[in-house]
């Protein structure tokens, strides 16, 4: 009588373990999905700012063609003048939105670096018996190689099919 209710405990506690585990899956797949789409919001940050580089470089281009064309009639501190108003006005832009963009990734790594936190720390909290019932270990190993089933090893030791198979690939068995 007594095994039977330690073996009904265990058949809750493997259920509730498998809960466990389901929910834990459930929750990295939904936060893997969250970050994949704050990636593909940062990717598409950086595509902007390709473009925004490609405009900006063809622009400088036609400024140096310009400048070409004055230089005959501008002095040399005018020219400086107008590199350095070139130059400040195409990275001025960029260095906003890399700082914007570095915040961006910061937070997003320290999201990152608290999720794992709490997943190592529920991770931690989850043991997994070296096996289901640590006495029928024997009983069923022996069973088994003198060529019973596993439904009679289970009918036998009264235990499900699944824990005995799981003794079995514990032990390396089957």
Not at 53 to 82: F, P, V, W
């Amino acid at each position: 009588m007594n095994l039977e209710n330690f073996s009904f405990d265990v058949s809750y506690l493997v259920i509730l373990l498998g809960a466990i585990i389901l929910y834990l899956l459930y929750y990295v797949f939904t936060k893997d999905a969250e970050y994949s789409r704050n990636i593909r919001s940062v990717a598409s940050v950086v595509e902007d700012l390709n473009r925004e580089l490609y405009y900006l470089q063809k622009k400088l281009d036609k400024t140096q063609g310009n400048l070409q064309e004055n230089t005959q009639r501008m002095s040399d501190d005018e020219i400086y003048q107008e590199i350095e108003r070139s130059v400040y006005d195409m990275v001025h832009p960029l260095s906003l939105a890399i700082k914007q963009l570095q915040e961006h990734m910061n937070t997003i790594e320290h999201e990152m670096q608290n999720k794992i936190v709490q997943l190592e720390s529920g991770v931690k909290q989850i043991s997994i018996p070296a096996s289901v019932h640590g006495n029928d270990d024997e009983k069923i190993i022996s069973l088994f190689k003198q060529g019973a089933s596993i439904e009679v090893i289970s009918r036998e030791l009264h235990l499900s099919k699944p824990e005995v198979e799981f003794v079995l690939k514990i032990n390396k068995i089957k």
